[in-house]
């Protein structure tokens, strides 16, 4: 069977980028998969592409690299309805609902159409109007399952896959490093300035533990002006960016999500896998999906001007028990092996088969 699954671009550092190529490789194993990236701005990937998986892409924007139509919109439009007219795979698996629409509208009615989305669209109009042309709709959790199914109301199937973790075997944390780490794109909506002014609170209690954040993005700027004047040059580390995550978290013994809203979960699921109870706020939603109290982590409770204090509070109570960190460690990696690629994708040829 072959396979095309759609990214907006497959060389960024994103979630949904980990999540799809973490997929395309595990099916890659009994089918020929290829991930269709719409932009390439970059020589190579940001994650590892498992060797069975081909790329290509619609609109090439490095620098030196010609094009036969002018720069902009128009062209990306073209050249992607010229892609998507001429598709000749089984399946096509896009991935925002953007393009979700433009496969709606222009893949070939023989081609099995699927959606994969994590959260309700911001523009729901088109989706309306499009999506019933799909053949279904995957959603990474339950919970957004219930909105896509209020929102298209008879439209095409909705059902729920979860995300995809690299197969086995992963990195596993000693939970013995004095060590919070925290990792994805520097920007406000992750909210890593409620982290660091938490984590002010446990360096005075904690001194002995530090913070490290990896990643980038725009917010770099005001995060380490925001360590300087908390006078935290000693206990808060900026590490960069890194392919390999999981790696980094499992020299951790806690990981940290400070996301004020949306957040696919894929750094929560990475942590777990490494064996790492995580702490995140549960009105966040992705974290919220995938961490239990008491069981593989702990939800904070978003209380306004205290949350900062009630994030201080539950990280310093983990610091301060380690046989609770080395208990839920326990839960976080049963909660992993279900994301598992290689016990993921099996869920994925079911649901093609019975669409088929």
């Not at 998986?53 to 002018?70: E, F, Y």
């Not at 992963?170 to 938490?198: E, H, Q, T």
């Not at 917010?219 to 206990?235: A, F, I, S, T, Y």
């Not at 499992?250 to 696919?264: E, F, M």
Request: one cysteine or more; hydrophobic letters at 45%; a positive charge.
């Amino acid at each position: 069977m072959r396979i095309s699954l759609m990214l907006s671009s497959a060389y960024g550092m994103r979630g949904d980028v980990r999540s799809t190529l973490n997929l395309a490789g595990a099916l890659a194993e009994r089918h020929d998969v290829e991930v269709i990236s719409i932009r390439r701005h970059r020589d190579k990937p940001f994650f590892p592409v498992a060797p069975g998986v081909t790329m290509r892409s619609v609109i090439d924007v490095r620098p030196g690299v010609r094009h036969l139509l002018p720069r902009g919109q128009v062209r990306t439009e073209v050249a992607l309805w010229r892609l998507l007219r001429g598709i000749r795979s089984d399946v096509l698996i896009t991935t925002r609902p953007s393009l979700g629409v433009q496969a709606a509208r222009h893949a070939p009615r023989e081609v099995l159409k699927l959606a994969r989305e994590w959260s309700r669209p911001s523009v729901p109009a088109p989706v309306r109007r499009y999506y019933p042309r799909l053949d279904a709709v995957v959603t990474a959790t339950e919970s957004t399952e219930a909105e896509w199914t209020g929102l298209l109301d008879g439209g095409p199937a909705v059902r729920t896959v979860p995300d995809a973790l690299p197969s086995g075997p992963w990195p596993r944390s000693r939970m013995d490093n004095r060590i919070v780490a925290a990792g994805g794109r520097w920007v406000p909506v992750k909210a890593y300035d409620r982290l660091i002014r938490a984590f002010a609170t446990v360096a005075d209690k904690r001194p002995d533990w530090r913070l490290r954040l990896y990643g980038g993005g725009p917010e770099e700027r005001r995060l380490r002006e925001l360590v300087r004047d908390l006078d935290l040059h000693n206990h808060v580390y900026f590490m960069g960016t890194t392919p390999d995550l999981a790696g980094e978290f499992a020299k951790a013994s806690i990981v940290a999500n400070t996301s004020r809203s949306g957040d696919l979960g894929m750094t929560v699921l990475e942590a777990m896998g490494c064996g790492v109870p995580v702490v995140a706020f549960e009105g966040a939603r992705g974290p919220a999906e995938f961490v239990a109290t008491g069981y593989n982590g702990v939800l904070v409770p978003e209380a306004a001007a205290a949350d900062l204090e009630l994030l201080a509070a539950a990280l310093l109570a983990l610091i301060d028990d380690e046989r609770r960190r080395r208990s839920l460690a326990a839960g976080a990696l049963e909660t992993a092996v279900r994301h598992a690629a290689d016990e993921v994708a099996p869920q994925w040829e079911k649901l093609i088969s019975e669409l088929r």
